[in-house]
């Protein structure tokens, strides 16, 4: 679910939530997950906690480790999500069950992410580990809603991030996804624009 190479930020263990690109989530009465012996209120849940509709479709599921992705009907294991095991999760779900998006939060970052119906959208993550860190934006191209989500490519459109290593940078791509525009702002506060060609070549650089 989200390519984790796209920044210095994604490069420190992205938290990834988004259902498609790791190919998850199910779909209004109340599934509880299994309540403890040592639970005085009813309402709190062990490990998880879903809201059904009343056809028994997930709409929300709430856990406490990285939950499996409900998609095109097809529920998928947990491991083929990005992202830390351990985390608190929220996932939200169409009326259909699909993952749409949803919350991640862990001790080394937090992400909240929209979905496209057959992949990731729109991303906004913070990452950081001992004192180095940051935070991005990352959209990705829509590509056809109708492929298949083992096929589906959702191509990086544009990425904005603040990273205690790489500085502050806007990315605008083309529907390929290759890197057209850099604008970036150095640590040292040296400013730089580049335009690149469809290989990655500099064209022009102020």
Not at 33 to 38: Q, S, V
Not at 44 to 49: G, H, I, L, P, Q
Not at 158 to 176: I, Y
Request: aromatic share 2%; hydrophobic share 35%.
């Amino acid at each position: 679910m989200g390519d984790e190479s796209r920044s210095g930020l994604t490069n420190r263990r992205a938290v990834i939530v988004g259902s498609a690109a790791a190919v998850a989530g199910v779909g209004v009465g109340v599934g509880v997950g299994r309540l403890t012996e040592a639970d005085e209120d009813p309402s709190t849940a062990e490990s998880s906690f879903t809201v059904v509709d009343r056809r028994g479709t997930q709409r929300f599921l709430l856990a406490t480790k990285k939950p499996p992705i409900i998609l095109g009907g097809k529920t998928y294991p947990a491991q083929t999500r990005g992202g830390p095991d351990e985390c608190s999760a929220l996932v939200f779900n169409d009326e259909n069950g699909d993952e749409k998006g949803g919350i991640v939060a862990a001790s080394d970052g937090a992400l909240v992410a929209l979905d496209y119906p057959n992949g990731d959208a729109i991303h906004l993550q913070t990452s950081w580990q001992d004192k180095a860190g940051g935070a991005a934006l990352v959209i990705t191209h829509i590509g056809d809603p109708t492929t298949p989500i083992e096929e589906a490519k959702h191509p990086l459109a544009v990425q904005l991030s603040a990273d205690t290593e790489e500085g502050t940078a806007l990315t605008l791509c083309d529907p390929q996804g290759r890197p057209r525009i850099k604008l970036r702002v150095a640590m040292d506060g040296t400013p730089s624009i580049a335009i690149l060609d469809e290989h990655g070549g500099v064209v022009r650089e102020l």
